[in-house]
Structure formats: structure tokens, C-alpha cells
């Protein structure tokens, strides 16, 4: 019973920091996803493509993202870049001097290279047919991409860029190290100063049941993407 004690005394003390950290951490969240999807589309289509400037670029900008480790990355951009005098006084200060938006900003970057493998195989795995069948109705090359391809390889890679969602969530984890108070830092700090792993578990907990429901809600999004199937 004495346990149970604790941690009602711990969410009655604490409960309102987790909150707010965990809040952070959604912010983190979501705000990577929505950067990185909307970059992801265009990189997975020149990563698509065999020839050309753009290809190579794209596998250039993911091979150096997707090969070194995330924690390296938010240092060399927080910590690295800031040295230069260059960058402080360039227009991109304000997002890279604040841990925040420049935690927000290499999440983003790296989920893209990770997004954009996966859209690429999603377009490679649209069927050839339907691709022909687009160009002979007359759609523009745009056209197709844009109301024919990466609609449907959405569709296709939609477990896979739910499994990107539930490891994104588990690497905001990793922004603490740059002073940002999220979920993860606010637990550590709370472990910190009481001596015990306590607060540590209810995070866990947290990030368990949040990782549960997008688990939840990228079923339903496939149950959707993939009705035509089932009729």
C-alpha cells in the first residue's frame, strides 16, 4: 500500500511538471511529423528516381542523416553550429539558438530522411498499370504524383510511417540533453532530487500508453487507406 502512497503523493506533487513536460514532448512531436512529412514527399520522389541532380542529392542528404546517430546530430546543431559567428548572426539564430525549435528542427530532418526511404518504396510499389493508366487519361506528370502515386504510396507504407510516428515519440526523448524540459527531463529531474526511479516509471508508463494510441489510430488510418481492398 506504502507504494501505491507514493505515487499518488508523486502525481499530487509532480503531476502538474509531468504534464507540462509531456505536453512539451507532444509539441516536439508534432511538430517534427509535420515539417518532416512535408519534405519527405518531395525527397521520396527524387529518392525515386534512377538519374539526375536531384537523386543524387536526395540519397547524399539521407545516407549522411540516417548514418549518424540522432544524439549526434542535435549536439553538432545545437552545441557545433553556435561556435560558428556566421550563423549567429545569420536569419537561421533564432531557431538554432533556441533548444526548443532547434530540437524541433533536427528531429524533423532526421525523421525525413527516414520518411522519405519509406515514401520511395511506397511509389516503387505502386503498381506499373495503374501509373500508364493515369498518363493515358491525360494527367500531366505532376498531375500523377500528385492524384495518383504518392496517394497510393501513402497507402502502402502506412504501417511503416506509423512505426517512423512511435520511434519519433521515443526520440524526443533525447532533446533533454540540450536543456529542454520534456517529459524526459522533467522526470529526470524529479528522479534526481528524490533519489528514486519513481517518476522515471510513471514516464515510462506515459510514453507506453501514448505509444499504444498512435499504435490505435495508424490501424484505423490503414483500415481506411485500404477499404478498396476488402470490397
Not at 556566421?86 to 530532418?109: E, H, K, M, N
Not at 493515369?134 to 506528370?141: C, D, K
Not at 504524383?145 to 511503416?160: D, F, Q
Amino acid at each position: 500500500m506504502s507504494i501505491w502512497n507514493d505515487y499518488v503523493t508523486l502525481l499530487t506533487e509532480s503531476g502538474p511538471d509531468i504534464w507540462s513536460g509531456f505536453k512539451i514532448t507532444l509539441a516536439l512531436l508534432a511538430g517534427s511529423l509535420v515539417v518532416a512529412f512535408f519534405l519527405a514527399i518531395p525527397l521520396g520522389i527524387a529518392r525515386s528516381q534512377t538519374s539526375g541532380w536531384a537523386s543524387h542529392a536526395a540519397r547524399v542528404y539521407s545516407s549522411i542523416f540516417r548514418g549518424t546517430p540522432l544524439l549526434v546530430q542535435i549536439y553538432l546543431f545545437y552545441y557545433g553550429l553556435s561556435q560558428f559567428e556566421s550563423v549567429r548572426d545569420s536569419f537561421l539564430w533564432p531557431v538554432l539558438g533556441d533548444s526548443f525549435y532547434c530540437g524541433i528542427t533536427v528531429l524533423a530532418l532526421n525523421l525525413t530522411a527516414y520518411m522519405a526511404e519509406d515514401i520511395r518504396a511506397g511509389i516503387l510499389g505502386v503498381p506499373h498499370g495503374e501509373k500508364e493508366a493515369a498518363m493515358a487519361y491525360g494527367l500531366s506528370r505532376f498531375q500523377c504524383y500528385r492524384y495518383i502515386i504518392v496517394p497510393r504510396a501513402l497507402g502502402i507504407v502506412t504501417p511503416v510511417l506509423g512505426n517512423e510516428v512511435i520511434a519519433q515519440l521515443k526520440a524526443t526523448a533525447l532533446v533533454s540533453t540540450i536543456t529542454v524540459l520534456d517529459m524526459t527531463g522533467v522526470v529526470r529531474r524529479l528522479s534526481a532530487n528524490s533519489f528514486t526511479i519513481d517518476a522515471l516509471i510513471v514516464a515510462g508508463v506515459v510514453y507506453a500508453l501514448t505509444t499504444l494510441l498512435v499504435s490505435i489510430i495508424v490501424k484505423l488510418i490503414e483500415h481506411r487507406n485500404t477499404r478498396h481492398l476488402r470490397r
